[in-house]
């Protein structure tokens, strides 16, 4: 896996797309950017976590070879921070957009 850098910024000028900021007290009032209104409430219920210490929204870009050994690049939607120093990276979609069990575990492998 080969990190490329900053994450993207969020498109602003889409007529057919919702996009915003939302903003935690607790997390020093800096804004996240959200791109969907599913992203936008599952920040909103990830901010008030008490184990949270830090939302950062598109934070990176990496490249990867998938499964079928094409590269790509991949932008998680958040790396969520705890207190205890862990951290994960979060994809926000519906649950109609998920992918299978069978594709997941592709793009882990493709990672490693």
């Not at 936008?40 to 008030?48: Q, V």
């Not at 690049?73 to 957009?97: H, N």
Request: glycine letters at 8%; aromatic letters at 10%; a negative charge.
């Amino acid at each position: 896996m080969e990190q490329i850098g900053a994450g993207r910024r969020i498109l602003r000028r889409n007529p057919h797309r919702i996009v915003g900021t939302i903003s935690f007290p607790t997390l020093g009032n800096a804004d996240r950017e959200w791109e969907s209104v599913v992203e936008r409430d599952a920040y909103a219920i990830i901010g008030y976590c008490s184990e949270v210490v830090g939302i950062n929204t598109q934070p990176f870009s990496f490249t990867y070879e998938s499964g079928t050994g094409k590269k790509a690049t991949y932008t998680p939607d958040a790396q969520i921070l705890f207190k205890e120093g862990r951290e994960i990276l979060l994809e926000v979609k519906p649950a109609i957009f998920a992918l299978a069990d069978e594709e997941f575990e592709l793009l882990i492998c493709s990672r490693i």
